[in-house]
Structure formats: structure tokens, C-alpha cells
């Protein structure tokens, strides 16, 4: 495959729990489909989800129906992870002038937003993570806008216990335009295995982008942000999900509520874009809710 990682990145990638930036498009083209984005997004008619998050655009915004399956992109999770891909959550992150950054965070099986586990891998293989990210930026992104951190290594070790019973954030009453909190109505501190631990932020490796570029890396690995600090520049990255086609995604769940708001998933589904479904853990779609075809359904190496 053309776009597969050499051998010296996918050593970096193992030894940092991410690699980037890579291009996924020309600088102009991220801004040309950053257009469209915006224009769709604002028509809610046809989204999955009926709440404010904008999760899972992929399934009413063609760009994104197109993006979850970019070769660039999946040839390289493929380096990764293997063949058998299935892409299961997609998020859009604006970052506006005055944000607050984001907190350190690190989650394996996203049982931080309700307490239960989203992801259950059932036949893990030793040093190969089970779940990547995919974040690309459609703006530039820096330091005064607020581009992402990343602590090299640290997926090697949970410094967060997702198993923690906290409170905040997992409130029934809390909704996400009531939020003082740096990561999206919950305080990640209070997951912390030592409550005493702060990580070291001179070993941080600083994000700088362009638009169209993307970092592919393990939730496990240490991720943050800076705050806005610009006066009139919107930083507006897209975060893909993807995992092995050996994990059960959201298990025996049919709504749940996170980060303030309910979601239904009686028509969610995953998105095979790389190999062929051998466990049947999961339901998945082949089209979106336009009707459009998801337009890559298998590469395989």
C-alpha cells in the first residue's frame, strides 16, 4: 500500500504512542472541505444524533462520509493495527478564540464518560493498540490557537484509573453549556491514579499543523491542548476513531449519556473501512443518512 508507514515510522510510532503531522490534503483543499463542513453542519435534519455534540457527522456530511475512509488515513492505521478496521465514533473539536485548553487525559476503553466501558477488545495481540485516533486539522493549528500536546511514552504506562467512580461530568442534570471544566464537563484530575502526579510538561511534544494535516495516535498516549489564546483565529480539527475488528463497541448499550447530552444508537452503526467482519461483535452501516454509500469498504494489504 502506497501510503503504509515506512519501518522507521511505525518504530516511532511505537516508541512515542503517535506519529504526525502527516498530510491528508493540500492546505487549500482541508480549507475548501472546512467550507462545506460548516455550511452541512448547520443543517441538523439528517444527523444521527439529536444533541448539541456534533458527534458522528460522518453518517449526514458527505466530506466526512468521504474522510473516515481517506487511503492516506487508513492505509497507514492498517501499518498499525492490521487490516480488519472498523471506524466507530467521529468528533468535531472548533477550538475559539478564548477557549480553555484541554487537560492532560489518556483513556483506554472510554469508561470515563458514563462509567462503562465503550470499547471491550476481545482478542488483543501484545504491543498493538486496539484503538486509534485519527486527528486531522482543516485550519491551521499552533500554539496561540490551541494545538494539540502529546507526552511521547506514555502509553506504556496509565497515569488515569477510567474506572474511577467521580462525579462530575456523570451527573444526569449536567449539560455541556453549563461546562467550566477543561475537557467537556468532566475534571480529568479526579482520575488520576496518584492524585499527586503532574506530568512533566518540558517532555511535551508540541503539535504545530497545517491545514490538512493529521496525527495519528493511541488514546492510551497523554494528549492535551493549549487555550485560544488568539483574538480571531478558530482552530477546527475532525478526531476519527477507529478499532480493530476484534472489539465489541458500546456492548449490550442502546442510549447512553455522556458529556451532558443523550444518545440513541438504535441507528448508529460502525463503518467497516479496511478488511472483512470475522467476529460479528458489531452492527455496522453501509451508507449514510443521505443514502450515499460509504465510498471505501475494504483495503487490504
Known amino acids: 500500500m502506497k501510503n503504509s508507514l515506512t519501518p522507521e515510522e511505525k518504530k516511532q510510532f511505537f516508541e512515542q504512542g503517535f506519529i504526525g503531522p502527516i498530510k491528508v490534503y493540500e492546505p487549500e483543499e482541508a480549507k475548501n472541505i472546512l467550507k462545506q463542513i460548516r455550511i452541512k453542519g448547520a443543517d441538523h435534519s439528517k444527523m444521527l444524533h439529536k444533541n448539541t455534540l456534533n458527534y458522528d457527522r460522518h453518517f449526514d456530511i458527505e466530506e466526512l462520509t468521504n474522510h473516515i475512509c481517506r487511503e492516506e488515513i487508513v492505509e497507514r492505521l492498517a501499518s498499525i493495527m492490521g487490516d480488519d478496521i472498523n471506524l466507530w465514533r467521529v468528533e468535531m473539536f472548533p477550538k475559539y478564540p478564548g477557549s480553555k485548553g484541554t487537560e492532560w487525559h489518556q483513556v483506554q476503553d472510554y469508561s470515563y464518560a ?3 466501558p465503550q470499547l471491550i477488545p476481545t482478542a488483543t495481540e501484545e504491543g498493538i493498540p486496539f484503538d486509534l485516533t485519527v486527528w486531522t486539522t482543516f485550519t491551521d493549528a499552533t500554539k496561540e490557537n490551541g494545538c494539540l500536546k502529546m507526552m ?3 502509553h506504556n504506562k496509565m497515569f488515569f484509573d477510567e474506572k474511577k467512580n467521580i462525579s462530575t461530568g456523570r451527573e ?3 449539560t ?5 471544566t477543561s475537557f467537556y464537563g468532566y475534571n480529568f484530575s479526579d ?16 503539535l504545530e499543523m497545517k491545514p490538512g494535516e493529521c496525527v495519528i495516535f493511541s488514546a492510551r498516549c497523554m494528549h492535551a491542548s493549549f487555550p485560544n489564546t488568539s483574538e480571531r483565529s478558530t482552530r477546527f480539527a475532525v478526531a476519527c476513531r477507529y478499532v480493530q475488528g476484534q472489539v465489541q463497541v458500546y456492548p449490550n448499550t442502546s442510549t447512553f449519556r455522556a458529556h451532558g ?6 441507528d448508529w452503526g460502525c463503518v467497516k473501512v479496511s478488511g472483512t467482519d470475522t467476529y460479528g ?5 453501509t451508507k449514510n443518512n443521505l443514502g450515499q454509500p460509504f465510498p471505501v469498504l475494504s483495503y487490504s494489504s
Open 152 to 154: 511521547p511514552g506514555s
Open 172 to 174: 444526569e442534570a449536567y
Open 176 to 180: 455541556a453549556v453549563e461546562s467550566d
Open 191 to 206: 482520575f488520576k491514579v496518584d492524585s499527586n502526579w503532574e506530568p512533566d510538561e518540558s517532555k511535551a511534544a508540541v
Open 261 to 266: 447530552a443523550d444518545f440513541d444508537l438504535k
Open 114 to 116: 458514563t462509567g462503562k
Open 281 to 285: 461483535h458489531n452492527k455496522f452501516r
